[in-house]
């Protein structure tokens, strides 16, 4: 599946998770940074699904990836140094394209599973209780 095709199916997706938990990423006027971080993660997990479509690389691993940055940000904020502050908090930014990446991945690669499932919901727990 080609950029655009993965894109757009990333919009309709993600257009579908927000309308049931009541949010819009549309809306520019309530919440600016939102739609703007929405953009940005679907813009560049759809990029890089793009590629990694072809690899051996599987949607768990990617989940894995997320939870390990989430685990490394966490530590990096802890340490008390404001450069590892800084990039902890720069991980922590990023690595929500990883959670961004591992469903759209399942979804073109026909990869999806009950253990993602379970895996992406451990990953956003590690990612929580990582930035506390």
Known sequence: ????KIRKLHYKTQREKHIKINADF???LF???HCLKVRFFIEWSALLVSFLQFTP???N???LLFALSAIIGGLFLASGESILIFYGVLIFFFNGIFDWMDGILARITK?????GDILDTWGGV???FSFS
């Open 111 to 115: 990869k999806t599973s009950e253990l």
């Open 61 to 63: 691993f990617i989940t």
């Open 126 to 128: 590690v990612g929580s």
């Open 57 to 59: 690389i599987t949607p």
């Open 1 to 4: 599946m080609n950029y655009l």
């Open 26 to 28: 549309d809306d520019w």
């Open 31 to 33: 919440s600016p940074y």
